[in-house]
């Protein structure tokens, strides 16, 4: 069964750090991209970054670019997300979500139950 | 960025009746491959969404039959035919034509 569990999450303050893992099973990990999907309370998806499979690419939403980065390490099939400079915008369950199989099949299938970030003073 | 329009925002339907959800994108998602990279998704209360549809009209194995996509172009729908209790919930549609990759506002659906 393909499995994916996130952790990391919490409250943090304004300007703070936070680092988000995803830790994968059930599958050939490294022959999927992965991205990261985020959730405001009571609002709609959206995409926050991507990662290729042999992690050589990296694709980030412009609303986090610059402050968060992307990686994985397909030894211990993580994905990591590494939060800077966060806002409380960036309050929100984050997903971590496997891609499709193949090029450019960028539907997310599963999605883990997410973790909760909240950014608050 | 390719931008997702949902209609309508929400939708109240009899059990056993047709839901119909519509998704227009900002521009054409259609692939090389001739696939159009458009998805949607099913969203239950405190739960994550699940995929239910791809490649616009690509049921996922598992997926009700009663789910169904098409559309082409810049214009896609989602009918639920014969609408289940279970089927309350929200749905998203989601371009993965480009990056970013894009998602509707959504579409809830009640009895």
């Known amino acids: 069964e393909v499995q994916l569990l996130e952790s990391g999450g919490g409250l943090v303050q304004p300007g703070g750090s936070l680092r988000l893992s995803c830790a994968a099973s059930g599958f050939t990990f490294s022959n999927y991209a992965m991205s990261w999907v985020r959730q405001a309370p009571g609002k709609g998806l959206e995409w926050v970054s991507a990662?290729?499979?042999?992690?050589?690419?990296?694709f980030y939403a412009d609303s986090v670019k610059g402050r968060f980065t992307i990686s994985r390490d397909n030894s211990e099939n993580i994905v990591s997300l590494q939060m800077h400079s966060l806002t409380v915008e960036d309050t929100a369950r984050y997903h971590c979500?496997?891609?499709?199989?193949?090029?450019?099949?960028?539907?997310?299938?599963?999605w883990g139950q997410g973790t909760l970030v909240t950014v608050s003073s | 960025d390719i931008v997702m329009t949902q209609s309508p925002d929400s939708l109240a339907v009899s059990l056993g009746d047709r839901a119909t959800i519509n998704c227009k994108s900002s521009?054409?998602?259609?692939?090389?491959?001739?696939?159009?990279?458009l998805a949607w998704y099913q969203q239950h209360p405190g739960q994550p969404p699940k995929l239910l549809i791809y490649?616009?009209?690509t049921r996922k194995s598992g997926v009700p039959d009663r789910f169904s996509g098409s559309g082409s172009g810049t214009e896609f729908t989602l009918t639920i035919t014969g609408l289940q209790a279970e089927d309350v919930a929200v749905y998203y549609c989601q371009q993965y034509h480009a990056i970013p990759n894009t998602f509707g506002g959504g579409t809830k659906v009640e009895i």
């Open positions: 990662i290729t499979g042999d992690g050589g690419a990296t």
């Open positions: 979500v496997r891609e499709g199989e193949g090029a450019g099949a960028g539907f997310f299938d599963p």
């Open positions: 521009q054409s998602v259609l692939r090389s491959s001739n696939k159009h990279a």
């Open positions: 490649w616009a009209s």
